[in-house]
């Protein structure tokens, strides 16, 4: 029998492959078992909800009769529902926590399970772990699986979209868009934010085209990222319109894509910096900044800049989410598109960041590439980059050990040249150099794969640290 395992973001597989209807009552008979262990009143409420795969529903409607017969209260979200929005009902509803039934930005082919904590953030390692024993102990033990056909009853179902259209109006400045005669182009990439910034947007009277706004649980035949290779449609509806921005939002809307006025893909390590400049300078936020290990330095130096303490977590938006929950920060993001906010959910969210960088061009009356040579002006330049390197079996081992060597404390003084002058751990194996650079590799949990993020104060500086980074995993 395969085993269930939730990984940074929860746990996916391809569909009718690993993620079957027998393994998602496995998986939510797991979740159910661990809830009941720390509610053993009973009846607690645990949100479904979806984004609009393939079989979305009639997995929900699976995984409301299993809590239902553990003695828990499902409660539905019928309609696919962005996982901020589910994030935020999760806190207003006091609920137990949520499933929510979504790959993400990950194939069609694909779908998932996130479980968020009662706090409406991603569950932690402790309780993903958990989760899983349940499951196996349960199986070791020969128990009953949970029921395959529905409990009798109909859920309860919530609308989650209304109350979360309220809190963004609250956390944005709409009026300002307005004012400024902003013209966004919207892209939802068929997915679960159909529906919420545009039509926020049109209820505030400002011009906004969506493209992608129909469901299609194929999404178009590729992955529902928000990439700058998949945002051709976005860019064709914002020369239509003459559109000042684009935004774009994945299968889940927890990840956002920024195009700016003239075509450009603004890379999320910019969007989280600037906005992070952005916050400080109009809500004079400085309490603190969070990003993770293989996020753009540009924020380092910003954080030196405007004197705000800086928290570099691992990679994984739960570690991040701690520090929003905590109000120890006034942003916190990922290079891999994902950020939130302080007085929000304690999850990605790619709508308020889109609807922020909308706010952020209305106000500051510039394009976003123009705000990023201020602040390079400002604190220097950054380019980060990120790539992924497929390992055979050997060359996997060899540089494993070798990756081990330098984190149990090998000395490695130079790196082509370039001086070490920090070793960090914190997730992978990360180093700086004295020029300013640096590079940290991760290796993947699921896959024979390398992903090398590495930084340099200049172009020329980037493409031959990136050669080089490259070398010292086959050498």
Known sequence: MTAIRFGTSGWRAIVADEFTFANVRRAVGGIARYVRRNHP???????????????????????????R???????????????????????????????????????????????????????????????????AAHENANAPAPPAVEASGIPAALDVRQPYLQRIAELVDLPVIRRAGLRVAFDPLWGAARGYPDALLR????????????????????????????????????RAMQAHIGIATDGDADRFGIVDADGTFIQPNYIIALLFDYLVETRNWRNGVAKSVATTNLINALARHHGVELHETPVGFKYVGELIERDAVAIGGEESAGLSIRYHVPEKDGIVAGLLCCEMVARRGQSISAQLRTV????????????????????????????????SGRPLPHFFGRAVCEVVRTDGLKLLFDDGSWVCYRLSGTEPVVRVYSEARTPEGLRQLSADAKRWIFE
């Open 69 to 135: 017969a553990y003695g828990l209260n499902p409660i539905v979200v019928p309609e696919p529902a962005p996982t901020p929005a589910i994030s935020l009902a999760v806190r207003s509803t006091g609920a137990a926590g949520a499933i929510n039934f979504t790959a993400s930005h990950n194939p069609p082919e694909y779908n998932g399970i996130k479980f968020s904590t009662p706090n409406g953030a991603p569950a932690l390692p402790e309780v993903t772990h958990a989760i899983e024993a349940e499951i």
């Open 376 to 407: 390079f002006g400002k604190v220097g330049s950054f380019y980060p980059l990120r790539e992924n390197f497929r390992l055979t079996p050997e060359v996997k081992h060899k540089f494993t050990a070798k990756m081990d060597e330098v984190s």
């Open 41 to 67: 009143a009973g009846n607690a409420a645990i949100l479904v909800g979806r984004d609009p795969r393939f079989l979305g529903e009639q997995f929900v409607a699976a995984a409301a009769a299993v809590l």
């Open 203 to 238: 209820e505030h009277g400002i011009a906004v085209q969506t493209v992608h706004d129909q469901r299609d649980v194929l999404f178009g035949g590729h992955a529902p990222e928000p990439d700058d290779h998949l945002l051709d449609a976005l860019r064709r509806s914002m």
